[in-house]
């Protein structure tokens, strides 16, 4: 059996959303997938060494909130100062007591199954960032590098 | 009940963890050599039948009994 390929493109930089390319990543490589991962943009933020990543329920609302306050709490007062912070303690509360993996943990995970991460080299530079601040053993690249890769997948994600 | 080599409990995890701890538990074991699973994830029943198909670790037995879900995989 040749080996399968997955390859994605993350994205995005918050706590909710750095979820799907790193359980994804981690299972298929646990599945005998050969997996790579391109960041970009926002998603940049998932490569940091120490990771501070934030869900906010401004602007989302289907996310489902604590006392049914999705449904009851003005918009507006999920813009207050501090919110973003106290319903990221609060996610990370519940997710820990559900037992899900901590995002650190996830991505340990996929260094060890020697998922390849690729950091987007154009908006590391545009977003001015060091490669002191990511994690080891990542590589560089740009679209070209992507595509490699990529063309060759059986499975192309985009998150 | 079938005999078992080694045995992970995966209790209180959730999806994709004990996927993830098992295989790296069969990565530690000899082929032939069978594990068994607890784990109180209702998805991994179905999740594991879908690790056995595509890893040729054999299913040999899935079990729930009080909202705990045991399995048995032998090591392909």
């Known amino acids: 059996m040749t080996e399968k390929k997955l390859a994605i493109i993350a994205t995005k930089g918050t706590l909710d959303w750095a979820y799907p390319p790193f359980i994804l990543a981690s299972t298929a490589s646990a599945l005998g997938y050969d997996t790579q991962v391109f960041f970009t943009f926002y998603g940049l933020q998932l490569l940091r060494k120490k990771l501070n990543l934030k869900v906010s329920p401004l602007g989302n609302p289907g996310m489902p909130m604590p006392l049914g306050m999705d449904k009851w709490f003005p918009v507006i007062g999920t813009a207050l100062p501090g919110m973003e912070s106290v319903m990221s303690a609060m996610m990370r509360k519940k997710m820990k007591a559900k037992g899900v993996a901590t995002i650190e943990e996830l991505r340990d995970l996929c260094i060890e199954a020697d998922v390849k991460m690729i950091a987007c080299q154009m908006t590391v530079d545009l977003f001015d960032f060091t490669p002191s601040e990511f994690i080891d053993g990542i590589e560089y690249g740009g679209a070209a590098t992507f595509f490699e890769f990529a063309g060759e997948s059986d499975i192309c994600l985009y998150v | ?76």
């Open chain 2, 1 to 76: 009940m079938t005999g078992f080599d080694q045995e992970l409990d995966a209790s209180g995890l959730n999806c994709p963890l004990p996927i993830l701890r098992a295989k790296k538990t069969l990565s530690s074991m000899e082929s032939g050599k069978i594990l068994r699973i607890i784990a109180t994830d209702p998805g991994s029943v179905k999740d594991f039948e879908a690790f056995s198909k595509q890893t040729g670790n054999e299913l040999l037995e899935s079990a729930e009994d009080g909202g705990k879900y045991m399995f048995l995989l032998r090591k392909g």
